[in-house]
């Protein structure tokens, strides 16, 4: 079946710090990949995606290339700010059904 | 992109009562949607597809008739938790998909639950 596994938080860095979260995935087929970002007491927002292999989704300073050779989608951003402390979802998608299986979130905590 | 909406943000009631949520999809027709509910500090988990005109697909381990599910249009899926305990106490979130083929879904605000 299809997983996700996302490194454990919390990961807590200072202002314009760089920042990478670990995703990687196993899937059958060929998925579409996603990081969704939870402000504290909200749902979730798409932040970026990616729905074939090579593509790279940015947004927000944020980016994540599809790596099918290394089955992952790592979340990097240059410089994080205060604003950017959230819990981080990888996810990964079927084509079919808009079904979406998630990772275990990676909380990140920025500091001034 | 697509809005999904759901009511309330936030309810508190009497233990033993039962609770309504609502998700709707603004700005386009969803014939299926999803329920999940989050514990502190850990992911969604995935309680059950809701299919419009027919009965909703449960997770393993969710009981159905405490988690009563009716998605009697393309917009609007309901959740009602039945006889609420205090251990029903969550964070309740629905998502649908807008019927593309890339799987994107959209998330509704999310429903916090407490239960007295």
């Known amino acids: 079946g299809n997983s996700v596994t996302q490194m454990e938080g919390p990961v807590t860095l200072s202002e314009e710090a760089f920042l990478t979260i670990n995703c990687t995935y196993t899937a059958t087929g060929y998925p579409s990949l996603f990081w969704y970002v939870q402000y504290p007491g909200e749902g979730l927002q798409l932040l970026l995606k990616?729905?074939?292999?090579?593509d790279k989704g940015s947004n927000k300073g944020f980016e994540a290339t599809y790596r099918k050779e290394t089955t992952s989608f790592h979340l990097e951003k240059g410089s994080v700010q205060v604003s950017d402390s959230a819990v981080y979802f990888c996810?990964?998608?079927?084509?079919?059904?808009?079904?979406?299986?998630f990772g275990g979130g990676t909380r990140l905590m920025v500091k001034p | 992109g697509a809005v999904v909406s759901q009511h309330p943000s936030r309810v508190i009631c009497k233990s033993g009562t039962s609770v309504k949520i609502e998700c709707r999809s603004l700005?386009?027709?969803?014939?299926?949607m999803f329920w999940y509910r989050q514990f502190p500090k850990k992911s969604l988990m995935l309680m059950a597809t809701?299919?419009?005109?027919?009965?909703?697909?449960?997770e393993q381990g969710v009981e159905k008739d405490k988690f009563l599910i009716n998605h009697a249009s393309l917009t609007l899926s309901t959740l009602t938790v039945t006889s609420a305990h205090p251990e029903d106490s969550s964070f309740y979130i629905c998502?649908?998909?807008?019927?593309?083929?890339?799987?994107?879904?959209?998330f509704g605000e999310g429903s916090r639950l407490t239960v007295l």
């Open positions: 996810a990964l998608g079927a084509r079919a059904g808009n079904m979406l299986t």
């Open positions: 700005d386009f027709q969803a014939t299926t």
């Open positions: 998502s649908a998909g807008d019927g593309s083929n890339t799987g994107e879904l959209f």
């Open positions: 990616a729905t074939k292999a090579d």
């Open positions: 809701s299919n419009e005109g027919s009965k909703a697909t449960y």
